[in-house]
């Protein structure tokens, strides 16, 4: 494990002086209620279980739908094929969102930023719902795929709200790291409701009642859930002093292009520093249920339950990693399962070539290696931005680490497998890790006392 150290430059000096000036932002604003950081974290989780709600319900019907309903016409790898595609769109869509919803930060408040990002978001999640089938309207019916996933990925670039940054800047010194770990927690919870909600169609429709109508319900579900998380973080965001805070520990918006020319290293380590997790994340998820439909014969109702259940071990072990990180720091917490990932990785072919209880071996594990992993990803490298770039800098920083090792994760992992043989999945995973170890040697900072940049 390398060692890591704090750097300390003239720039970074800026976010020393955080606590003063929140200090003189306090005094500024004494008739205003002290945020606590449990305030902070009820919208931060309820936000993101909202958004991998969403990001799961579409995975989930990239395996059990849009082959038979949007791709009939190939063979079920094919159209398993062409689905994956469609799900990275998302993903390439989400940095020209960012950007478009900057600016409208910056000409109309965040306030109306969020709201309309969310309320595209939820629009064009549920109009999915209502994309007729191609052998109804045929290609047409794909493009409407298409430029509604396209919708999706624009709108949750412009559902960045920094309130994450705020929660982890806004803890106390020594519980940063468990702070920064519970905006993470909307992962495992956001997959266990989106999969708990079609196991529960499957099992209770005939495969007809589902492919007709019965799997378009958790678009709709989907719907009121971003409703839902659109008040409770707005009542955050537009909150005076909530304002002030932000202000205080200037996560506001900077020149993206200023950003790029002084930060672009710090970028680039940040967006790789999280790759293990990412990698993991999609092969325990979307890919394994791919696989188990694909190329073995189990229910996939009854795996959907496996991976809940392996999900429900995810949040644990996400606590744990918090309790670890406040020890050792945050980094080395990264490094540390970054290299159980690694080891794991080694163990794909066998788990995923045994029988069923292999496989299932495999995703609990998975799920408890992205338990700790996942916690900690988010930001760790982006301390290392001047207070003056933090909020740019994580979004940026957050829309590439998605691109690079989550968007096609699915699609390269399946065709690996079918291609070459899965153990060449577990150098696709491996390659995560590495990659992660490689962004945390390269940047060598320790922040166990100055984590709050999360994002």
Known sequence: MPEYRTIMSPQHATSVADHADLERAGGASAHRHEVAPRDIAIGVVIGRISEFFDFFVFGIACVLVFPKVFFPFASPLQGMYDAFAVFALAFVARPFGSLFFKWLHLRYGPGSKLTVALFLLGSTTAGIAFVPGYAVHGEWSIVSLVLFRLGQGFAVGGSWDGLPSLLALNAPEERRGWYAMIPQLGAPVGFI??????????????????????????????????????????????????????????????????????????????????????????????????????????????????????????????????????????????????????????????????????????????????????????????????????????LITSDLSWLIGAAFAPLVALALAETLGVGYVGLYLLSGALGTFGALWASRVETPRATGAAG
């Open 193 to 394: 409701l989106a999969a708990a909600l079609f196991a529960y169609l499957q099992m209770n429709l005939s495969p007809a009642e589902f492919i007709d109508w019965g799997w378009r319900y958790p678009f709709f579900v989907a719907l009121s859930v971003n409703v839902v998380a659109l008040f409770a973080r707005l009542r955050l965001v537009i909150a005076p002093e909530f304002a002030d805070l932000l202000k205080s520990r200037e996560l506001e918006p900077s020149p993206v292009g200023e950003l790029l020319r002084t930060q672009g290293r710090n970028i680039m380590l940040g967006a790789f520093a999280p790759l293990a997790s990412y990698a993991l994340f999609h092969l325990v998820t979307i890919f394994a249920l791919s696989w188990a439909l694909l190329f073995t014969k189990q229910s996939t109702s009854t795996f959907l339950i496996v991976q809940i259940i392996g999900a429900a071990v995810a949040v644990p072990c996400m606590i744990a990693s918090g309790i670890i990180a406040d020890r050792i720091g945050r980094p080395r917490t990264l490094g540390l399962f970054a290299v159980m990932i690694a080891i794991y990785s080694g163990w794909t072919p066998v788990l995923l070539s045994g029988g069923t209880a292999q496989g299932y071996v495999f995703i609990i594990l998975g799920f408890a290696l992205l338990g700790f992993s996942h916690a900690q990803a988010a930001g760790t490298i982006n301390s290392t931005f001047r207070s003056y770039f933090r909020y740019t800098g994580a």
